[in-house]
């Protein structure tokens, strides 16, 4: 399912300006620009978080493939 920013970021937990500011840094979940409207692929988003879960606050990330 295709979401907005708007609804990508209450899904998330943070704000859609967060979004706007992973994008630029391109550090966020993959995205879609289509005209002036960016809309999130839910299973991108869930790759994007699955990628940063961790058990414990001293795990480190895994290297990027």
Same mark, same amino acid.
């Given at each position: 399912?295709? !979401?907005?920013?708007?609804?990508?970021?209450?899904?998330?937990? @943070? !704000? /859609?300006?967060? %979004?706007?500011? &992973?994008?630029?840094?391109?550090?966020?979940?993959?995205?879609?620009? %289509?005209?002036? !409207? @960016? @809309?999130?692929?839910?299973?991108? @988003?869930?790759? &994007? %978080?699955?990628? !940063?879960? *961790?058990?414990?606050?001293?795990?480190? /990330? *895994? /290297?990027?493939?």
């Amino acid at each position: 399912m295709k !979401r907005s920013e708007t609804d990508t970021a209450a899904r998330m937990g @943070v !704000r /859609p300006k967060t %979004l706007a500011n &992973w994008r630029s840094l391109g550090t966020g979940p993959a995205f879609f620009k %289509l005209g002036n !409207r @960016v @809309v999130y692929d839910d299973a991108d @988003v869930d790759a &994007w %978080l699955a990628a !940063r879960k *961790r058990s414990s606050t001293s795990d480190q /990330p *895994r /290297p990027a493939a």
